[in-house]
């Protein structure tokens, strides 16, 4: 009898007819193994360091090698590219300056707002100066090229300023100030035929 008392303890009473739940009543309930997925990011504590190899130079997917040779028809290619590369490599031992143009349109778009806060207040040299440090950091931009056109033809330098004049035509022939720009040329065409001594 010791042992039939032990068996049905009070902590798990069978359920009776009267507590039994009516199935067609009520929705069964979702079943407690249902889990979501962890979309947390793997934390490092949990990563061997005994696992992972620090060998330089070596990918980090043992599976995808990563070849570096050149291709096997790279010289019928490209037969001056060694030429090219010894060529910088000898300025460069030489103590010659090799650089590269810096090309950074954010920084010409800046000097052509600072240079047009300038030209508006006339303050010609400033903004010509400004509009120039446009075109070191994006050449071929029409919009400084023509903006220092006008600044040149303004402090009365129309052989510079016809230059920038046909630059800005050449980068956009049929562009928003072309009409402008020929007729600046025309005008200061003029002007360099009236200011020549005669013979």
């Not at 010791?2 to 009516?22: F, K």
Request: contains cysteine; glycine residues 4%; proline residues 11%.
């Amino acid at each position: 009898m010791g042992v039939w008392a032990q068996s049905a303890s009070p902590s798990s009473p069978a359920p009776s007819n009267s507590q039994a739940p009516d199935s067609a009543s009520s929705p069964p309930s979702k079943p407690a193994t249902s889990r979501t997925p962890n979309l947390a990011p793997p934390r490092s504590d949990r990563v061997n360091a005994d696992d992972l190899d620090n060998e330089p130079g070596e990918s980090s997917s043992k599976d995808t090698p990563i070849d570096l040779s050149p291709p096997a028809d790279d010289a019928k290619a490209h037969p001056q590219s060694s030429e090219i590369l010894m060529d910088v490599e000898g300025a460069s031992s030489n103590g010659d300056v090799s650089e590269f143009h810096p090309w950074n349109p954010h920084k010409a778009a800046k000097n052509i707002e600072v240079g047009d806060f300038y030209f508006k207040r006339k303050n010609y040299r400033a903004a010509a100066d400004r509009y120039r440090e446009a075109l070191f950091y994006k050449d071929n931009d029409a919009l400084a090229t023509f903006r220092l056109a006008v600044c040149l033809e303004k402090m009365d330098q129309p052989d510079e300023a016809r230059k920038e004049y046909e630059s800005y035509l050449k980068i956009l022939p049929h562009g928003p100030q072309s009409e402008e720009a020929q007729k600046a040329i025309q005008r200061l065409q003029g002007t360099a035929a009236n200011t020549k001594p005669a013979r």
